[in-house]
Nanobody, 124 residues
Framework: QVQLVEFGGGSVQPGGSLKLSCTTI????????MDWIRQAPGKGPEWVSD???????RYADSVKGRFTISRDNAKDTLYLEMNNLTPDDTALYYC??????????????????RGPGTQVTVSS
């Protein structure tokens, strides 16, 4: 059974930090390019970051310099370290697998499997 499950969300004050993890089951994680996506209340999904199988990373301008995506292929786990959080970062964060390398290269934002998400709330 294919399953992605996110952990690590919570409530923090502005300027705080959180580290999200995404545990994967039933996929060949080490050969999977992965995305972090977020969705704020009343808004559409927003791409946050991606990482390819060899660790190349890209970030949305809104999080560049504050967020770090990483992966541990030995643990089949994806991470998102988030620093200097602001209220604009409040959203449901979820991980997703990019189905093909061409989708990664072209940033089509297509996914074939995703997790349910973990809520991040930033407020004072």
């Amino acid at each position: 059974q294919v399953q992605l499950v996110e952990f690590g969300g919570g409530s923090v004050q502005p300027g705080g930090s959180l580290k999200l993890s995404c545990t994967t089951i039933g996929i060949t994680f080490r050969t999977s390019d992965m995305d972090w996506i977020r969705q704020a209340p009343g808004k559409g999904p927003e791409w946050v970051s991606d990482i390819d199988t060899v660790g190349n990373t890209r970030y949305a301008d809104s999080v560049k310099g504050r967020f770090t995506i990483s992966r541990d292929n030995a643990k089949d786990t994806l991470y998102l370290e988030m620093n200097n959080l602001t209220p604009d970062d409040t959203a449901l964060y979820y991980c997703a697998r990019i189905p093909n390398y061409s989708d990664y290269v072209l940033q089509t934002h297509k996914h074939d499997v995703r997790g349910p998400g973990t809520q991040v709330t930033v407020s004072s």
